[in-house]
């Protein structure tokens, strides 16, 4: 199951394909005993999914075939005993895919010319996704961090490694002093190439940076790189080697510190639009200035879900099943604002309840 996201990837994710291209969602989940009833939900949805593609007519029976054994597939790559909150399967002509996402979708199948990525594009700007680099003399990795969690990220050449000689023993003789690894001209070098490798990491997929290592590490790849002066530094040694579970809880505090500066940031943003009439509040209100662009940050709580339909007008709350009902409105809105360029920003729970839970900042 895939679990990382980046911009070229949901861009790929986002071209056309040959009819039939499948979307499967389902919820799923974390614990029992609501992970009981995950195994069956899938199994039903997906049969639902090669009941569709029978009873298409514009479906040829080799492609029936074809996509009917994708999906099979993907079936068979899912691994329920890692849920999260939501699982998303992808298939079409010769292709599959299974995300697994931390953040709920609605069950629904969906037969379309592209595959359906609202839920994966909402739920990428929830995580909050950051890289995090960890240096030492001789090895540097990158971690590719989320919520709750980092993972090793192996791209763009990460982890580098080297095999780091004893200095000179006659040359330390001479001089009089043991050298600081970190002034060491092959160690500056190894650093400088880390850095370069980051670069291209981040024109591919531009995050928020944090860097640890021990602060003679942290000085020097400030000296001799570009990148990362402007990352949050975390002193902290000995986690290029180290576990993702070590490396994550180093780096919560500066994580918190910085996610309730963003809350901040967002409360004044939304304050200050109210006084300049550029403020707007409530699920109906933020969809309508989404569909015109005018949205130029969107501010959401992190489990705000509501069921509508749209009468033409506006939204109005319904029940999940409803005939003609929209389970994932927020994460169309929430595609909708990224797509036109807006910032969107996933705050605690009860931080908007005088908006209702939603609100946003408008253009003009």
Known sequence: MEHALSPAILAELRRPRPYPAVSVLTPTHRREPENTQDPVRLRNVVAEAKKQLEADPSVTRERRVDVADQLDRALNEVDLAHAEDGLVIFAAPGEHQVWSLPR????????????????????????????????????????????????????????????????????RMQIGDNPSTFRDEDTRHFLREADTALAAVLRDDPRPLYVTGEQAALSALDEVGSVVRDAVHVPHGGLANGTPEAVWQALRPPLDAEARRDTATVAHELDSARGRKTFAAGLDEVWQNAREGRVRLLAVEENYRMTVRDDGDHLIPAVSGDLDAREDIVDEIVEQCLETGAAVRFVPDGTLDDARGIAGVLRY
């Open 104 to 171: 709920s979708v609605p069950e629904r199948v969906v037969l379309s010319d592209t595959f359906l990525t609202r839920n994966l594009v909402s739920a990428q700007a929830a995580e909050r996704p950051f890289w995090a680099l960890s240096v030492s003399a001789d090895h540097v990795t990158l971690w590719n961090g989320g919520p709750e969690r980092v993972t090793e990220a192996r791209v763009g050449g990460f982890p580098l490694a080297r095999s780091r000689a004893n200095f000179d023993a006659e040359r």
